[in-house]
């Protein structure tokens, strides 16, 4: 696991998974399906992203896709770094 994994993984499991969710989070959990990313808790994370990792992400790449699990995530983050 990617230093990278770990740190989306250690954020979402602590700023997003609300008390009471019986809910761990690893770099496979489905967070739209199981309903942990909604547009409160997306926005959240993507200023995270922007603030604490530097990485901004654009519109373009708010598709639902990129934001399946956290292993997709850390993808589009690395991509989006490397450009």
Do not use: C, H, W
């Amino acid at each position: 696991m990617t230093e990278l994994t770990e740190k989306l993984i250690a954020f979402i499991q602590d700023n997003l998974v609300q008390d009471g969710d019986d809910l761990t989070i690893d770099a496979t959990t489905p967070l739209l399906a199981s309903g942990l990313l909604d547009s409160l808790r997306t926005a959240r994370l993507l200023n995270y992203l922007r603030k604490d990792l530097g990485v901004l992400v654009p519109a373009a790449k708010l598709d639902p896709e990129n934001f399946r699990d956290v292993a997709t995530i850390a993808a589009m983050v690395t991509e989006l770094e490397s450009v």
